[in-house]
């Protein structure tokens, strides 16, 4: 195995305490090195990521390490007196964790070079359990403050900590979170990264009003504001937060990525250097046997060919907001803007609202990180007839928005949404992004407001649903992946939904016909099971497939038609408790169909990596396959 070629036994191993607020020439001369080398690990260990092709989030860990390694020497100078965990808001920051971890031994540092790597327990937010010396899960932001409450007032007489962002306090749950600490005096003490900086750009710009420190003094918190990277200038806030009974915020303002050049004070710093940018800064160190790793390091490739499926892919997720500005660029200037409203939850690129941002600025709202309050305003304004509102964000996501979804359903809102990264391909992010429960937006009455969940296939169909649907009435949800999709084939090779292809929602579509059984899915596993029905054909199985791409709505004719098949199989990517299969079933007993039945589905936590999660879970195309034999046997 090749060693990891950053020292990590120079890391200085002092003790502090808090009761001393000022650093000797000694200490500070530590913590500063300790800083330096941890800064140039977590560079070196995140670009091993993005040298394989599944990303990974250098900013947030490498701005954050001036904290955490005072909370270190402070855990060790008087472990008694902490829960010493680095609670993280910002999962994404994980690269800390993994850090901490090798240098507490936990695991080896040579782990670090496999960072979100598929099968090596280093997905790309912390998961208890799975990595060792990782302490706690933490995957959506404002999610960790209100929990380390908890922990604070499970331990008492402890001082409990949890680093915390600019862009996490914009979530709701941290406004609850502060009065709870406040008004039970919870000494839990947070520690805020203030970058200014967000995934969709700098908060003080799309913003406009909110100030973390305002806000948090306006809960009744202590506030402590200063220059994270001023070592001794943080050092003094953190102990006169410890000495300060109950809650304070101590606010660090730094710029992203201060000393890398090309990142520093950049959105783009958010998410991993690039293979580049880590050379340039490594060479600077003159970390030459890092460099040398990092360019003989390649990602790993799915060779698989899958049949009935084209070499040419498309981005649903972008395809989504291409097909959006084409239906807007129907109407007038004015009836845009009286009677569409797009809102962002700071993920306008990944959701395919930036090609609606850029092309009709007027009917855009950057929101910020706050999905509840910005579905609402969405679906508010699609209050009156005629009025449209458009929301999106990250499919694990829409958990958190329940709760609004019923109230847009019992407003009778107009309200159109896009919940990419659905399902598991593509998610080095792992678990906790996963967006499997997506099923849940289904979650009115037989005689409520129309509510329709729609996950089309590939490009083609995605523009033709966001066409056939745009103007509809009632709650839409339409679902993408992360991940691009190949354009699907006809028996014949040409485009399934190409030409003049028209998306009838409700409607099932037959694929392939088969006498033998009917497999039953949408989204990403079409391509999947397609493959699979094509090689199965080519054993003498005469396998069908249909594509069930409006998730919610029975089709009753289709019912008929594969109710009378000797078996059906749905499967998915979505969550197998919670997912379509979960309820096919029941709905062909209803009626009185008794095919043999089974369903696949997500049903194991992640395993990190890209298209390796679909394998994971065993439901890609050797996994449906072996299924239908067994069924067929």
């Known amino acids: 195995m090749t060693s990891f070629p950053i020292d990590l036994g120079a890391y200085q191993r002092i003790s502090l305490d808090a009761s001393n607020p000022t650093l000797t020439d000694e200490q500070r001369n530590a913590l500063k090195a300790n800083i ?5 690990a ?18 947030g860990p490498y701005d954050t390490v001036p904290e955490v390694v005072i909370l270190d020497a402070l855990f060790r100078g008087k472990p008694d007196a902490y829960v010493p965990i680095y609670f993280d808001e910002a999962g994404h920051r994980v690269g800390t964790q993994y850090l901490m971890a090798a240098l507490a031994g936990d695991i080896p540092a040579e782990q670090l070079m496999h960072y979100r790597e598929a099968h090596h327990d280093l997905p790309g937010h912390p998961e208890l359990g799975l990595t060792p010396g990782v302490k706690f899960s933490s995957g959506r932001l404002g999610h960790m403050w209100p929990y380390v409450n908890g922990v604070a007032l499970a331990n008492p007489g402890k001082t409990a900590f949890c680093l915390g962002s600019d862009g996490a306090q914009q979530e709701g749950n941290d406004a609850e979170a502060a009065r709870l600490a406040v008004a039970q005096h919870i000494n839990v003490k947070l520690l805020i990264d203030d970058n200014d900086v967000t995934i969709a750009g700098h908060p003080s710009e799309y913003l406009g009003g909110f100030n973390v420190r305002k806000t948090l003094e306006g809960h009744g918190l202590k506030v402590l504001e200063g220059d994270g990277e001023d070592v001794d200038g943080l050092y003094t806030r953190i102990c006169e937060a410890i000495n300060t009974p109950g809650p304070v915020a101590v606010i660090n303002k730094r710029p992203m990525c201060p000393g890398i050049e090309g ?14 940018g880590a050379i340039q800064y490594l060479e600077s160190k003159g970390l030459t046997e890092a460099v040398e790793i990092l360019k003989g390091i390649s990602g790993r490739k799915n060779d698989y060919t899958f049949l009935g499926a084209s070499d040419k892919q498309g981005s649903n997720r972008n395809v989504f907001g291409e097909a959006v500005v084409e239906v807007l660029g129907t109407m007038s200037e004015e009836d845009r803007k009286n009677n569409v409203l797009v809102v962002d939850s700071d993920l306008e690129g990944s959701c395919g609202l930036t090609q609606i941002r850029k092309a009709h600025p007027e009917v ?25 509102g458009i929301f999106a964000t990250f499919s694990a996501f829409l958990e958190m928005c329940i709760s609004e979804i019923t109230m847009a359903r019992l407003n009778r809102s107009n309200l159109l949404c896009h919940f990419s990264h659905a399902g598991i391909d593509d998610m080095a992010d792992n678990t906790c992004h996963f967006g499997m429960n997506n099923m849940f937006a289904d979650n009115g009455l037989d005689d409520g407001y129309e509510t ?32 691009k999709v190949p354009i699907l084939l006809n028996s014949e090779g040409g485009e ?13 579509e037959v694929l392939r016909e088969g006498s033998a059984g009917y497999i039953v899915t949408y989204g990403d596993s079409v391509y999947r099971a397609l493959d699979a029905v094509e090689r199965l054909k080519q054993e003498g199985l005469d396998v069908g497939l249909i594509n069930k791409a409006t998730l919610n709505v029975v089709d009753e004719e289709m019912m008929a038609k594969i109710g009378k098949a000797p078996f059906v199989l749905v499967t998915e990517a979505f969550n197998r408790r919670t997912g379509l299969g979960s309820r096919f079933g029941t709905w062909l007993l209803e009626r009185g169909y008794t095919p043999k039945y089974a369903h696949m589905g997500t049903h194991h936590e992640g395993s990190g990596g890209l298209w390796e999660q679909y394998e994971h879970q065993n439901i890609g195309s050797p996994g449906i396959m072996a299924k239908v034999k067994e069924l067929v046997g």
Do not use: W
């Open 496 to 508: 399934l939904f190409g030409g003049d292809y028209t998306f009838t929602p409700g409607k099932d």
């Open 364 to 388: 855009f709202i950057s929101g910020g990180i706050m999905e509840r309050g910005n579905i609402s305003a969405a679906a508010g304004f699609g209050m009156a007839e005629g009025k449209q």
């Open 263 to 276: 990142l520093e004070g950049s959105n783009h710093g958010h998410d991993v250097i690039s293979v580049k």
């Open 452 to 483: 329709r969940l729609y996950f089309p296939a590939d490009a083609n169909q995605m523009r033709a649903c966001v066409k056939a649907v745009f103007h509809n009435p009632g709650l839409r949800f339409i679902f993408s992946t992360r991940s």
């Open 42 to 59: 977590i560079v070196f260990f995140t670009a091993t990521g993005a040298a394989r092709g599944v990303g990974g989030h250098t900013g």
């Open 36 to 40: 330096q080398l941890c800064r140039d």
